[in-house]
């Protein structure tokens, strides 16, 4: 008997990660007025053309059916799971893992299906992921392999900077008069995902006063309670993001693996956006 390990498509996590171990991806999707996709299935640049074109979409859960299907399978198998998915505060789900989980246990009484609402997205879900990945590959049993995924989102953090506030504005994720203004004053916000849902870490004037206010952030974590990994995230910037990587592996001489962020987050931030994520080795909270 082995333990399975499923997260969801916002966590970003480049293919290479998911197949050396072994997890699962549920995607969720986005639908614009005429035509719908997986985030999977769709590039960045050939989504955010889309958008320009159709404006911002809707996004959606991943299916009960896929949901259902991915846990019999496991089942069948004779496995155990651990689902981790997007904060439950973003997306349901969380909650549609649950309805799918009761379905599953009504043929299969003796599974064993554990879930996480991660409470975040991107790859601090996706480290999640991974830890439990490696909890299950050495063998650790089900309660113990989701310890792992929760100890982990204790010692992580996500900051990420918009190019604008624009898609903020047309996502209904800040109000459309504290987005003129910004805009107008070009205030940057450096967010972050705090309780589930998207905050403000700190606000400057130019986007590379936000980039160093971000390094800095992290920088000051990382001697403060050590470093685990980082992944810096970007969106159709990769020159930036290549070039921040380059600063961190300057400062600490750790080269951090680059992932795009997907549509679904994406059609929040926009093109330009730019973020890391990381965990220590101590808890942050």
């Not at 799971?81 to 299969?108: K, N, P, W």
């Not at 310890?147 to 918009?162: D, Y």
């Not at 971000?214 to 810096?232: C, S, T």
């Amino acid at each position: 008997m082995a333990i399975e390990i499923v997260t969801d498509s916002t966590s970003c996590m480049d293919k290479g990660l998911r197949e050396k171990y072994g997890i699962e991806i549920l995607s969720l999707s986005v639908t614009f007025d005429d035509e719908s996709f997986k985030e999977t299935d769709i590039s960045n640049d050939v989504f955010y053309k889309k958008m320009e074109e159709k404006g911002i979409p809707k996004s959606s859960q991943p299916s009960l059916d896929d949901m259902c299907r991915v846990m019999k399978e496991a089942a069948q198998r004779g496995n155990d799971m651990l689902c981790i998915f997007i904060s439950s505060e973003m997306s349901g789900t969380y909650s549609t893992a649950h309805i799918a989980r009761d379905m599953v246990l009504e043929e299969y009484k003796n599974a064993k299906i554990e879930i996480i609402d991660s409470g975040d997205n991107c790859m601090q879900l996706g480290f999640a992921a991974i830890s439990a990945a490696k909890a299950a590959k050495e063998g650790k049993s089900l309660e113990e392999v989701k310890a792992a995924a929760e100890e982990n989102l204790k010692k992580s953090r996500f900051l990420f900077i918009p190019e604008n506030l624009v898609y903020l504005r047309k996502g209904g994720r800040i109000g459309g008069a504290s987005a003129l203004i910004g805009n107008i004053l070009k205030i940057i916000p450096i967010l972050t995902v705090e309780n589930g849902v998207t905050t403000v870490f700190g606000k400057v004037r130019t986007k590379k006063k936000a980039v160093a206010t971000m390094l800095n952030k992290m920088l000051e974590e990382v001697k403060a309670f050590g470093l685990g990994e980082i992944v810096v995230h970007h969106i159709n910037c990769y020159e930036e993001a290549k070039e921040l990587a380059s600063e961190i592996y300057n400062r600490l001489n750790i080269k951090p693996l680059i992932c795009d962020i997907g549509p679904v987050i994406g059609l929040h931030v926009g093109p330009g956006a730019i973020g890391i994520v990381y965990y220590t080795e101590k808890d942050l909270r």
